[in-house]
């Protein structure tokens, strides 16, 4: 069996892929070998062509689905993926050297654990335009480019769950489960059911996981050594409210214990992680879950 899998949900995301992709061929190989799975979800650009050219380079495979959504995507990926520990990387973040193995690495010696890169993002104008000096900037002088990211003020706010040794005994620490730099043992991911596909646009399906990973006891651990920077891409106006205000709803019929419209505020309003989470508190602790049993769907 393969040690690690890296999962990479893309659609249309072509250029930033590419882009992706060439930061892979970077990596060191883990003991145990890896591969990376990459799902490509009802693209209609050039993301087959990419595809095609990359795995000439790398570990590689591909899959095609039909625009099924991110949570059942990344599904796809885990179904198809050979590696005890899954990395779930989004296609459009470039991760810096010896980052498969700083994930491998921080599950060698098992255990229910969930492990939270470091996520910081790039802000590069005319991306396409400027794909082959990217690319050659990740190869030559990736630093360089690395120095003009940042922290996103949402993962910043959320990471203060963790200490300076990168643990977090916090109930609310599934609010760090940032499924675009994030791995855990494909058992536990099994265990626990995957992500919850009923959530199929951008949203709340990946700290839905996360809680129902505290639920069944999971630890956290934050490691700065498996870094990866989005490039960052706009969005229209009020997509991410409304995207999160669906989200969050679906959220709270699931875990009616969980005020989960409060992430809106979290998330866009200014409230602090001290806050929410003193209000999830009084509300409930995660409630103790089966280890058989299976995501809940509502269709």
Known sequence: MTAVSVVVPTRD???????????FTRQDAPPGGWEIV????GSSDTTADVLRAAARHLPLRAVHTSGEGRAAARNTGVRTAEGEVVVFCDGDRAPVPGYVRAHAHAHVDGGRRVVVGDVKELYLSGFEERLAEIKELLTVDGEALRRRSRTPMFVKKVCDVYDTSGRTVSPVRWLSFLSGNVSLRRDLYDRVGGFDESFSGWGLEHLELGYRLVAHGAAFLHCAAARNDHFAHGRPVG????SLESSAARFERKHPEVPARL???LTLD????TEFEKAVTEFAEPASVHEDEPAREER
């Not at 995301?13 to 930061?23: D, F, G, M, P």
């Not at 990459?38 to 979800?41: F, G, T």
């Not at 997509?239 to 409304?242: G, S, T, W």
């Open 239 to 242: 997509f991410y409210r409304a």
């Open 270 to 273: 200014g409230m602090s992680l």
């Open 263 to 265: 992430l809106l505020a």
């Open 13 to 23: 995301q072509a250029s930033r892929l590419e882009a992706t992709l060439h930061a």
């Open 38 to 41: 990459v799902v490509n979800d």
